[in-house]
């Protein structure tokens, strides 16, 4: 089944202690990306990569990492999380990057920074 | 940027009812995907229509790329289509580079029993 993964898909953990929330995708897509949702301001990018090797930064990168070393998964990784990294997180991807592909999206990880 | 207008926020609806939602857009699109997210918090793709009509089931949609909305129809709803639809476009104009898609606020919809 074609589909874009995500794990852990629940976390609590302390403010500073690092973590990585994993995603992978199984439809050889080339674009992958992360965003967040909050409410009251909706779903924002976080980073993007185009290829392999390839990432830039969405609307709201900072507190963030990413890297992207084989195509098919896209960690994301929190340094030092803060309270305010508490959200719901999306990773999707897309065949080409091209505004004119449908977007698939995972499952979403609930994160708790307490 | 692109804005995207969904109407009515809240929407309750006993079993069996149709409904209509509506995403207004501010500019022109080349991407147009309606989305589900169940209680769970999942999105699920409904459709990718940035012109022309599909339907799926119970669910159809709508875009008119020229006035720049498009309808979702949920007909004879069930309890299980209780959550929030968005839609979400990427304007005509993004580069490869800068390609998000941009959400509305979406529709909150109850089906009650």
């Known amino acids: 089944e074609a589909q874009v993964t995500q794990n852990p898909r629940y976390l609590i953990t302390v403010t500073g202690k690092k973590l990585t929330v994993t995603c992978s995708q199984n439809?050889?897509?080339?674009?992958m990306s992360w965003y967040r949702q909050d409410p009251g301001l909706g779903l924002r990018q976080i980073y993007y990569?185009?290829?392999?090797?390839?990432?830039d930064k969405g609307d709201v990168p900072e507190g963030y990492k990413v890297s992207r070393k084989e195509k098919r998964n896209f960690p994301l990784i929190l340094e030092s999380p803060s309270p305010n990294q508490t959200s719901l997180y999306f990773c999707?991807?897309?065949?080409?990057?091209?505004?004119?592909?449908?977007?698939?999206f995972g499952p979403g990880t609930r994160l708790t920074v307490l | 940027g692109i804005q995207v207008e969904q109407s009515p926020p809240d929407l309750i609806l006993q079993e069996g009812a149709n409904s209509t939602l509506r995403c207004n857009f501010s500019?022109?699109?080349?991407?147009l995907q309606w989305f589900h997210q169940n209680p769970w918090g999942q999105l699920i793709n409904l459709f990718y229509?940035?012109?022309g009509t599909k339907q799926n089931g119970r669910l159809s949609a709508t875009t008119v790329a020229t006035e720049r909305y498009s309808l979702l129809y949920i007909s004879s709803s069930q309890t299980t289509d209780s959550g929030v639809y968005f839609c979400?476009?990427?304007?005509?104009?993004?580069?490869?580079?800068?390609?998000?898609?941009?959400f509305g606020k979406g529709t909150k919809l109850s089906v009650i029993p």
């Open positions: 229509i940035p012109s």
């Open positions: 979400a476009v990427a304007g005509q104009y993004s580069g490869a580079g800068s390609y998000q898609l941009t």
């Open positions: 439809m050889n897509h080339e674009y």
């Open positions: 990569s185009m290829n392999v090797e390839v990432t």
């Open positions: 999707a991807s897309s065949l080409w990057g091209q505004s004119t592909d449908t977007q698939y």
């Open positions: 500019d022109s699109v080349n991407n």
